[in-house]
């Protein structure tokens, strides 16, 4: 991948979908909600495409957030992520079949450790 890689973000949330709440784990309330039964907390990786830089990887392009539910993780979302990453790829001149390759090899590390498959 030329110095190409993804650079990813783990995020959490307790949500409660019958009132469309959201609260991140970045909210100073977050701890407090997170044990609040009638919501749940979801697990979600924030995927960008990104090269070597000075110090900093050089962040060329978001990819999407992937969202782990209770059954897996959501179907539209690693769609959309494997959609963009082959535009992504093209534009930075990579070939989009191995970098999708790498994607999936990343994924499913998540998908183990979240589900234990």
């Not at 997170?34 to 110090?55: C, F, H, N, Q, Y």
Request: with cysteine; aromatic share 12%; proline share 3%.
């Amino acid at each position: 991948m030329d110095g190409m890689f993804f650079h990813v973000e783990q995020r959490t949330a307790w949500i409660r979908t019958q009132t469309h709440t959201v609260v991140y784990d970045r909210d100073p309330d977050y701890a407090r909600f997170a044990k609040d039964p009638s919501g749940t907390v979801k697990r979600m990786v924030r995927i960008w495409l990104a090269e070597s830089g000075a110090g900093q990887p050089n962040l060329r392009a978001y990819l999407g957030t992937v969202t782990f539910c209770f059954v897996g993780p959501s179907f539209r979302d690693l769609c959309r992520l494997f959609h963009l990453t082959s535009r992504a790829a093209k534009a930075a001149g990579q070939s989009a079949r191995a970098l999708r390759g790498d994607l999936a090899d990343l994924l499913r590390g998540y998908i183990r450790e979240e589900y234990g498959s």
